[in-house]
């Protein structure tokens, strides 16, 4: 086989496909297909044909197609003011109705549609031009069968006749009323009507007659209700009114009650405080009673203590004099004894003058406490508690002065008795007694008396010895013959002190008293061999302490 042979068999195929290609291109271009929501109608070369759920080829210059729009289409019919609908009853209604129609599915439908409405279905505006007028028709013939409360009233049963009356005429055009809505149902407004036309006249006559009556109803209905509510309102001022008197003579009784309660209470009140006052002051006047008793018992028991008191110290002084051989002991003793006496009757005499303060303060508040009862008591019953009052008082006052004479004359005998005592028991002590209370009281004033003896020798500021001879207590041309120069004995320290003892010549009274308590004041050496004695040695002690260490 040639090359052109295999070239010529191969070309068939290619041409066969290219062909079928260009083919299919051209039936895909030409072929038309429908959907749920848009059907078609071809026309032309080989008759009508409604497409509905498929498709066809289209050519062009043999075939044309009318779309029909298989969807539900709303068109709102308005009529009012001068188009306004006219009812049974001649008057005037505003409407506003939506009506929902669609091309039924049927080929013959579908067809009709096409053929009477054509592309109108596509274009809802234009549809209802074409249409609106049956809509209108079929809402004024159901209007005129209905008065205008049935409209409103009955809106169902107008819907249905309207709907009924329309679905047969448009049903020529392919379409069905799936439902028809009253959106909007109202009068129309006065000035719509023209009283020269016949309907309107009967119309606006209706209206007026209905409106007035209405008017004239509802007139007598307010005016019937304010009378109603002025009557009740009336009613019930009435009531409150009988409410009110009621409740104030109640509060009246009320209050006349409770004063009258209160008059009872306040005058057993006060009955009761007079009788509590008499009780008061009769507890007060036995109070007052024993006050005073027992004041003259505690002066009693005062001036029984001092007695007490200074017929011990009577008896200390006595055991004194019988001890005077221990004299340490026996001085100690009666030093604490005669403190604790002095303390003790300053003790008594201190509380004495307390209770007597006590007891006058006592009356005073008492008779304070007196004034304010018989005062209040005054008010009850003026004249007769007055003069009780008085009475009273002048009573207490005198018993009260009686009391206080009776107190201050066992108060001064008491203390002539304690005196007396005292004064009994120090002439009893005898001389040896005396003296040693007054060398006790001269013992303890002799650290003051040496100070006092010594102060000339504060002054001197130093001791220089211009001549010794011998440290045996002897000097040539000085002696006596006795070892001893000048009456001085000792060594040169004793010799220094003798000259300065001596010194104080000048006060002769001091040596005396030394002398009245066996003191040797000449010497040192003799005072302290007066001084440190057995009996004395705790009460010197403290005057050899005082001398100055200076010398």
């Known amino acids: 086989m040639n090359l052109d042979s295999l070239i010529g068999i191969l070309i068939v195929p290619l041409v066969i496909v290219a062909a079928l290609f260009i083919a299919g291109m051209i039936v895909a271009r030409l072929y038309q297909r429908a959907s749920k929501e848009v059907s078609f109608v071809r026309t032309g070369f080989s008759g009508q044909k409604v497409i509905m759920n498929g498709g066809a080829l289209v050519l062009p210059v043999l075939h044309e197609t009318i779309q029909v729009n298989m969807n539900t289409l709303r068109l709102e019919v308005r009529r009012s003011a001068e188009q306004a609908l006219i009812t049974k009853d001649r008057m005037r209604v505003d409407v506003q109705a939506e009506f929902y129609v669609r091309v039924q599915p049927t080929i013959e439908s579908i067809a009709n549609a096409a053929q009477t409405l054509g592309k109108r279905t596509m274009e809802p505006a234009t549809l209802k031009e074409l249409v609106e007028g049956k809509f209108v028709d079929a809402l004024r013939a159901v209007a005129a069968e209905m008065a205008m409360e049935e409209l409103h009233e009955q809106r169902v049963n ?81 009531e409150q009114y009988i409410i009110h008197r009621d409740t104030e003579y109640a509060r009246l009784d009320n209050e006349r009650e409770i004063a009258v309660r209160v008059d009872q209470q306040n005058a057993e ?32 028991a005062i001036a029984i203590s001092e007695q007490n008191s200074a017929i011990a110290v009577a008896a200390k002084s006595e055991e004194q004099s019988v001890a005077a051989a221990k004299a340490d002991n026996a001085r100690s003793l ?46 009850r019953d003026a004249a007769k508690n007055r003069a009780e009052a008085a009475r009273t008082l002048a009573e207490g006052e005198a018993e009260a ?30 001389a040896e007694q005396i003296a040693m209370n007054i060398r006790m009281a001269l013992i303890q004033q002799l650290p003051q008396i040496i100070a006092e003896s010594v102060k000339p020798m504060q002054s001197i500021e130093g001791i220089k ?10 000097s040539n041309g000085h002696g006596n013959g006795n070892g001893a120069s000048n009456g001085y004995g000792g060594g040169i320290a004793d010799q220094a002190v003798d000259a300065a003892l001596r010194y104080r010549g000048q006060a002769p009274l001091i040596d005396a008293l030394l002398s009245e308590l066996g003191l040797k004041g000449g010497s040192l050496n003799g005072l302290m061999a007066s001084v440190v004695t057995p009996e004395l040695d705790g009460a010197v002690k403290p005057a050899t302490a005082a001398l100055p260490k200076s010398v």
């Open 465 to 474: 010895i211009l001549h010794v001879e011998g440290l045996g207590g002897s």
């Open 334 to 379: 009666a030093v604490k004894a005669l403190e604790e006496v002095e303390t003790a009757r300053s003790t008594e005499i201190a509380e004495r003058n307390k209770r007597i303060e006590l007891i006058a303060a006592a009356q005073e508040a008492e008779k304070a406490s007196i004034g304010i009862v018989v005062a209040s008591q005054a008010e």
């Open 269 to 300: 009140i006060e009955s009761q405080r007079a009788q509590r006052a008499t009780e008061s002051e009769a507890a007060r006047t036995e109070s007052r009673q024993r006050i005073k008793e027992a004041a003259i018992k505690a002066d009693q």
């Open 158 to 238: 107008f819907v249905q006749k309207v709907q009924a009356a329309v679905s047969e005429d448009i049903l020529k055009n392919g379409l069905e009323l799936e439902s028809v809505s009253l959106t909007g149902l109202d009068q129309t407004n006065r000035e719509f009507f023209n009283a020269d036309n016949v309907f309107d006249a009967e119309g606006l006559t209706k209206m007026t007659q209905a409106i007035e009556e209405r008017r004239k109803t509802r007139n007598d209905i307010e005016q019937n209700t304010q009378v109603a509510i002025a009557r009740k309102n009336l009613e019930a001022q009435t």
């Open 401 to 430: 002065a009686k009391l206080r004479a009776a107190a201050t004359e066992v108060t001064y005998a008491v203390e002539a008795q304690g005196k007396q005592a005292l004064n009994e028991a120090a002439n009893q002590l005898s």
